[in-house]
């Protein structure tokens, strides 16, 4: 026990490390820190515009083309015989209203485009729409509700007289 009190305390052990050139000293290397959060902050915002183009072209692949007017079913021609005729649109074509479009898809007209026109109120329509529109059973004008046809549809069940039971 004796020896162990008596004997010299040991030197102290230096460091040959110097803080830039030791890396397993702690905060050896803190002037990296700036470097590396400027590249970290600069790999998440390339990551961010990657995925903003990815999210267009997805959006612009999938959305549905509004140029193109589908051709009119014949099927649904034969739907409503009493349907307006047909007629080609030319910027001259006088419809009522001051929109040249075609309020069912929202497209503008085009020259060439096949229109329907109703009698009464004077609304044109893409012939495709309009039919569908009336193949749903609706038999008003998308844009002002005027009954289309010349007589309102007759309904199905028979008229009952009103009398009162005491």
Same mark, same amino acid.
């Given at each position: 026990?004796r020896? +162990?009190?008596? $004997?010299?305390?040991? &030197?102290?052990?230096?460091?040959?490390?110097?803080?830039?050139?030791?890396?397993? %000293?702690?905060?050896?290397?803190?002037?990296?820190?700036?470097?590396?959060?400027?590249?970290? +902050?600069?790999?998440?915002?390339?990551?961010?515009i990657?995925?903003?183009?990815?999210?267009?072209?997805?959006r612009?692949?999938? =959305?549905?083309? +509004?140029?193109?007017?589908?051709?009119?079913? &014949?099927?649904?021609?034969?739907?409503?015989?009493?349907? &307006?005729?047909?007629?080609?649109?030319?910027?001259?074509?006088?419809?009522?209203?001051?929109?040249?479009?075609?309020?069912?898809?929202?497209?503008?007209?085009?020259?060439?485009?096949?229109? =329907?026109? +109703?009698? =009464?109120? %004077?609304?044109?329509?893409?012939?495709?729409?309009?039919? %569908?529109?009336?193949? $749903? $059973?609706?038999?008003?004008? &998308?844009?002002? =509700?005027?009954?289309?046809?010349?007589?309102?549809?007759?309904l199905?069940?028979?008229?009952?007289?009103?009398? $009162?039971?005491?």
């Open positions: 026990m020896l +162990l009190l008596s $004997s010299d305390p040991q &030197p102290e052990l230096t460091s040959t490390c110097t803080s830039h050139s030791c890396g397993w %000293k702690p905060y050896s290397h803190s002037n990296d820190f700036a470097a590396n959060a400027f590249l970290l +902050l600069i790999i998440l915002f390339c990551s961010f990657c995925v903003l183009s990815l999210h267009a072209a997805i612009c692949c999938l =959305r549905p083309v +509004l140029q193109h007017v589908p051709k009119p079913d &014949p099927d649904l021609e034969a739907t409503h015989p009493d349907a &307006p005729p047909t007629l080609v649109y030319s910027p001259g074509l006088n419809l009522a209203g001051n929109e040249a479009e075609c309020i069912i898809c929202l497209s503008e007209f085009q020259d060439g485009d096949t229109l =329907r026109v +109703l009698e =009464r109120c %004077k609304h044109g329509f893409h012939v495709y729409c309009i039919q %569908k529109w009336l193949s $749903s $059973s609706h038999s008003s004008c &998308p844009t002002c =509700r005027t009954n289309i046809f010349s007589s309102p549809p007759q199905h069940s028979q008229s009952l007289p009103l009398t $009162s039971t005491p």
